[in-house]
């Protein structure tokens, strides 16, 4: 393959080029200041090789033969024309190309093919495209048939383009199949010296015959002696030599270099730039939620140095707790309990948690309610700064998500007082002197109604000294009961006044047994922030996984740059 050291160097760069711009599309890095055009240009212009010189002169055939490729018919147009061969996977045209013949051949790969017929008869306009052509052509053939070297046209034109062509041409004396071998030595020195008089120095004289070399590629026999005769080796070697070490064709490499490596070092610093965001996002997202736990536990201290309300709802409550305890023990109650299990303490007790426990949900689902607007506030306060620091949309307030606190927050608290009027066993003091009091009650109770049938039963059988004896029976019963009546209005007094002095009493201790939960409760409340957090959390987890392979990609990229830079 002709300029096949060239080509993996360019196809390396162009990979890496690739997976530079992948990169950069990745990491939406800036590709301003890239001529996109002429880095395409460069890692995509194919070898154009031009050949010039006069109908009948053997050029299509020679190209063929250089290339392996077969063009076009060998019998000639014998109009003058330029044509172009390019490969069908490089559909490019210039306008300063209008003057030419385009045509696109499959296979031909990075070779483009410039064959001018008839230079002589050649047009103004395609004369400028044929001049445009070899501008920037990597070689420059100019053939000569072996019967006619001398055709003035042709070498007028040659000293016309000596400037542009320069090194990068040489003479091809053609068809010397048609000549004896020993008129060739003596041609070979007339072009010498024609290329001293025409040029300034000497160009390389490649003689040749396409006849036998077109018969050595299309037969498949690649004999190196068929094709020294044939002079193609010695013209295929120092082609692909220019090939390879073309200045141009280094400085068009070097310059898509230096763009890849700009935009290479842009996309790392853009990478690198958007590594350091992150972490500073990361940092103030944490900044704001240690803001958020610091008017927690302001609010938290608040409420604490407020917690009494927990004492005021049990005061609230000891007068209709008392009323319902006295009803109780009232002489209508008292009696009718002695019927029953004497269970007034369990049902006043449960009468009083009912009553500190539905207060406590109230109050505390009002405190939760002010703690909700206190967030709102908040969040509302912070939202501006948080969406203008982020570059984000961080959302809005989430009402959902702190109605269910408050809810948490007021059924939390009612649980803890409950729990704690029960642990302070408030009941069992009452418990104990009612049971105290209807025991003995009962005893007296039984007592009068003993007293009571015994002297009935006198009274019917009637026992002497009759009606004595029934009668002081009957005034035993009446006078235990009515000592049963004393004594449970005595006791009333003393069960109610003890009662409700450990009421009074209990408020103290209810605050010390609900402070703890209370303190979580609170904590737990700002818990409503976590979700409205979540979703910017996993946004910077998320840029910064993504980001990870980027930086590695990059490192390899930098590497393999490198590497490429080494072979231009």
């Keep these: 393959m002709l300029g096949e050291q060239y080509l993996e160097t360019r196809e390396s760069l162009a990979g890496v080029i690739a997976g ?8 939406r890095a800036s590709t301003e200041g890239i001529d996109e055009k002429k880095l395409s240009h460069a890692l995509r212009r194919p070898f154009r090789i031009v050949v010039c010189g006069e109908h009948q002169a053997g050029k299509t055939s020679f190209l063929e033969v250089l290339v392996g490729k077969e063009l076009v018919e060998l019998e000639q147009a014998s109009e003058a024309k330029v044509t172009i ?73 040659v000293t016309e383009m000596r400037e542009v ?77 220019q090939l390879n070490s073309s200045q141009s064709r280094r400085r068009e490499l070097r310059q898509a270099y230096e763009m890849a490596s700009v935009l290479l070092s842009k996309t790392e610093e853009h990478v690198d730039n958007r590594s350091r965001t992150l972490a500073s ?16 536990e302001m609010e938290l201290r608040s409420m604490l140095s407020q917690i009494g309300w927990l004492g005021d709802i049990l005061e609230s409550q000891i007068n209709p707790v008392m009323r319902m305890a006295k009803w109780r023990l009232g002489l209508v109650m008292s009696v009718a309990s002695l019927f029953g299990r004497g269970d007034g303490a369990f049902k006043v007790e449960r009468f009083m948690l009912e009553r500190v426990s539905k207060e406590a949900e109230l109050k505390s689902r009002e405190q939760a309610r ?61 418990d104990k ?17 003993s007293s009571a049938a015994l002297g009935g039963l006198a009274g019917l059988v009637g026992i002497d000294p009759h009606p004595y004896v029934a009668l002081g029976l009957l005034g035993v019963s009446v006078a235990v009961f009515l000592w049963m009546l004393l004594y449970g209005a005595k006791t ?45 959390r996993r946004r910077i987890a998320h840029a910064k996984l993504d980001l990870q392979p980027q930086m590695k990609a990059a490192g390899e990229l930098f590497i393999s740059l490198k590497a490429v830079e080494q072979d231009i």
């Design 281 to 296: 996002d990361q940092e103030y997202l944490q900044s704001i939620e240690a803001e958020i736990d610091r008017m927690r």
């Design 433 to 449: 002197m009612m049971m105290v009091r209807w025991r003995a009650m009962k005893k007296m109770l039984m007592v009068s109604l």
């Design 85 to 157: 061969f390019r490969d069908a996977g490089y559909r490019v045209r210039d306008e300063r190309e209008d003057g030419c013949e385009l045509k696109y051949l499959d296979l031909l790969g990075d070779i483009e093919l410039v064959d001018s017929s008839g230079l002589s008869k050649l047009g103004p306009e395609q004369l400028e495209a044929l001049k445009y052509l070899i501008q920037g052509a990597d070689y420059v053939y100019w053939v000569f048939p072996s019967e006619n070297p001398w055709a003035a046209t042709t070498w007028d034109f």
């Design 492 to 536: 009333r007094r003393n069960i109610l006044k003890s009662f409700a002095e450990s009421l009074y009493d209990a408020r103290p201790a209810l605050i010390d047994a609900v402070q703890e939960d209370y303190i979580d409760i609170i904590r737990a409340f700002f818990n409503g922030y976590t979700p409205m957090f979540e979703s910017i």
């Design 165 to 241: 062509a320069g090194s990068k041409s040489a003479v091809v004396l053609q068809q010397i199949d048609r000549r004896h071998e020993t008129d060739v030595p003596v041609l070979l020195g007339h072009l010498k010296d024609l290329c001293l008089q025409r040029v300034g120095h000497p160009l390389p004289i490649f003689p040749v015959s396409a006849r036998d070399g077109y018969k050595a590629w299309s037969s498949g026999n690649h004999d190196k002696r068929i094709w020294v005769q044939s002079g193609f080796g010695e013209c295929l070697s120092k082609l692909d030599f």
């Design 370 to 430: 002010r703690m909700l607007g206190l967030c709102k506030a908040k969040w509302e306060k912070m939202r501006p700064a948080m969406e203008e620091r982020l570059v984000a949309d961080v959302g809005d307030f989430q009402d959902d998500a702190f109605q269910e606190q408050v809810d948490l927050f007021s059924e939390g608290l009612e649980k803890s007082v409950r729990h704690a009027m029960v642990l302070m066993k408030l009941r069992g003091l009452l």
């Design 20 to 27: 530079i711009r992948a990169l950069a599309k990745r990491s």
